[in-house]
């Protein structure tokens, strides 16, 4: 009786409920690491002059297996939030990541991002440094890879700043994340002027997990559970046999396949 009834609610959710949730500290980025990974090894920079503590990536093991790993973070407490911008990253945040993906590649390792963010930093110094160049570079590079790459929205997913870490063979997303274009207050605002008509923005917008299941935007939803041992339990068992099933294609096939995803668009 208890799954029924909890079958029941997330049926009934609405999208604006999954928008607060998707906001919430739900899962911190440094639990998913510590819960899904042994023997991580944290690495920094861009190599060009910054590290953006927003980002962090770095190589693992998932079930024994070398992989590289790259999370968004949009920090713990108030100070952390802001030093990080709550999880907003800057231009050199994604050329640390692009750095990552290209060792990946010359490593043979696949590649697992999770991303939390509601969209890349807009401010004048990101600009001035091309925000929207490391954007679409990490995009391009994405697109070029011939190792497997798996991206998981376990928050929210804005826009091109979530787009970025998710050009990838398979896209999933936690039951309460979502991902669109922008927020349902942006839509809005746009739309009708209003920002405070974010909740009918949500219904319009087709941004969470079940609308975008059914459009064949991602792959697979993650069951959620206030148990988080649960969740990365079965996220560890889901990963290794996709990533599994991914490695058995050639270079050639895993390229085609993840560009004709995306074309179908």
Do not use: C
């Amino acid at each position: 009786m208890a799954d029924i009834l909890k079958s029941l609610f997330k049926h009934d959710a609405k999208p604006a409920d999954i928008v607060k949730k998707a906001r919430e500290d739900r899962f911190m980025a440094r639990d998913l690491i510590n819960g899904l990974f042994d023997d991580f090894v944290e690495l920094h920079g861009d190599r060009l002059g910054a590290d953006d503590n927003s980002v962090i990536g770095g190589i693992a093991r998932l079930n024994n297996q070398p992989v590289t790993v790259i999370v968004i973070d949009k920090g713990t407490d108030i100070h952390d939030k802001l030093s990080k911008r709550n999880g907003s990253p800057q231009p050199w945040g994604y050329r640390k990541a692009i750095r990552l993906m290209k060792a990946a590649e010359r490593f043979h390792r696949p590649i697992i991002t999770f991303i939390n963010t509601p969209g890349a930093f807009p401010g004048k110094e990101a600009e001035a440094q091309g925000q929207g160049e490391a954007i679409a570079n990490a995009i391009l590079t994405s697109m070029k890879l011939t190792v497997p790459m798996i991206a998981i929205v376990y928050g929210e997913g804005g826009s091109g700043g979530a787009l970025a870490l998710a050009t990838a063979d398979q896209v999933w997303m936690f039951e309460n994340a979502t991902y669109s274009i922008l927020s349902p207050e942006g839509f809005a605002s746009i739309l009708w002027k209003d920002s405070k008509r974010s909740d009918e923005a949500a219904e319009l917008m087709g941004l969470t997990p079940g609308d975008l299941m059914a459009n064949q935007v991602i792959d697979y939803v993650i069951p959620e559970s206030r148990n988080h041992a649960k969740v990365y339990a079965h996220l560890k068992e889901k990963l290794g046999q996709e990533i599994g099933q991914l490695q058995q294609m050639g270079p050639d096939d895993l390229l085609r396949a993840r560009r004709n995803r995306f074309r179908a668009f």
